[in-house]
């Protein structure tokens, strides 16, 4: 009993000091950040996709439920340009 306590303690202090959670998130982050194109199918996105989901699940679950909300933007009318020619005659 007291050996599994001590085995405890020493695990809990360990995965204080080295952070694990800290070290996979700061990675997690830069893998979105410095990319590129992370939307591409690769099996290095799905894992980085997954670690955000581990690491930080209620980021992700607000990111996958409005995932659709934004519409897209408006489209401007298009460009009308005057005619550089003379069509039409000049009137006396």
């Known amino acids: 009993m007291t050996t599994a306590v001590l085995a405890a303690l ?13 070290r996979l998130d700061t990675w997690v982050r830069r893998r979105f950040t410095f990319m590129g194109a992370w939307t591409e199918s690769k099996p290095q996105t799905v894992l980085t996709i997954a ?36 069509t039409e005659e000049p009137t006396p």
């Open 51 to 86: 670690a955000h989901v581990l690491v930080r699940p209620r980021v992700s679950y607000g990111i996958w439920r409005r995932r659709n909300d934004l519409r897209p933007p408006e489209r401007a009318p298009a460009l009308r340009f005057r005619s550089t020619t003379d």
């Open 10 to 22: 020493a695990v809990g202090y360990v995965l204080g000091r080295v952070r694990p959670w800290d």
